[in-house]
């Protein structure tokens, strides 16, 4: 079984500054996804990110980058430029491709505050 | 719709009722997964649709908890007899299929009273 660890229940950063979540998994399986998901208070589950196993390169989009660490079974997430709008849980999740459906197991969130 | 939506948005009810609650996802999406997420459990996976079939039901808490899927589109969860414990928010999400991207619904926020 495959368990996602997100050790920060929360974190506070300062408008245009940087903030980096991290999550750590435990799996025996080669290929799987990551992703990063965002839910604000309106409770919609937003992708922020997604990284392939097979890929070396971190995957980046717009202002948030990850740092894939295969061996190491790490997976964090770099928030740069932080905006007000970027105030979210963030959750870290785990999908194991082939042979488990697809379902996404999740870690526990990080609440990040952006303050003024 | 562009997304995956969900109704109701939210529905409070008293312990022993039924409930039913409805997602539609993403036009031509054929997998179609339903999770909840409550404080003292987290986000967790209920059920998966390919299809109209559900291979993977491992999710379901107890036999008071059945999905459907119609027409390889609006899935129905129904919770029959709700308990307290079962208060929580119920997310649907589609993909295009079961190795791709999720995207997620609005939710459906249940209080049993």
């Known amino acids: 079984a495959q368990t996602v660890t997100q050790s920060q229940p929360e974190m506070s950063v300062q408008e245009a500054e940087t903030v980096t979540l991290s999550c750590t998994y435990d799996?025996?399986?080669?290929?799987?996804?990551l992703f990063w998901y965002k839910q604000p208070p309106s409770r919609q589950m937003i992708l922020v990110i997604r990284q392939e196993a097979y890929k070396q390169q971190n995957a980046t989009e717009n202002r948030f980058s990850v740092n894939f660490q295969k061996a190491a079974k790490s997976f964090s997430l770099k928030i740069s430029d932080s905006q007000l709008g970027d105030t979210a849980m963030y959750f870290c999740?785990?999908?194991?491709?082939?042979?488990?459906?697809?379902?996404?197991?999740f870690g526990a969130g990080t609440q990040v505050v952006v303050t003024p | 719709g562009a997304g995956v939506s969900q109704s109701p948005s939210n529905k409070v009810t008293e312990k022993g009722k039924d409930v039913e609650l409805r997602c539609d996802p993403i036009?031509?999406?054929?997998?179609l997964y339903w999770y909840r997420q409550s404080l003292g459990q987290g986000l967790e996976f209920l059920i998966y649709?390919?299809?109209?079939?559900?291979?993977?039901k491992s999710g379901l808490p107890s036999d008071r908890f059945s999905a459907e899927r119609t027409g390889g589109s609006v899935s129905t969860l129904t919770i029959q007899r709700t308990q307290q414990e079962d208060s929580a928010v119920y997310l649907c999400?589609?993909?295009?299929?079961?190795?791709?991207?999720?995207?997620f619904g609005p939710g459906t926020r249940l209080l049993v009273l």
């Open positions: 036009s031509g999406h054929t997998a």
């Open positions: 999400a589609s993909s295009s299929r079961a190795q791709e991207t999720q995207y």
């Open positions: 649709f390919q299809g109209n079939s559900a291979p993977d």
């Open positions: 799996t025996s399986e080669n290929n799987y996804y």
């Open positions: 999740a785990f999908m194991k491709p082939f042979g488990g459906w697809g379902k996404l197991q």
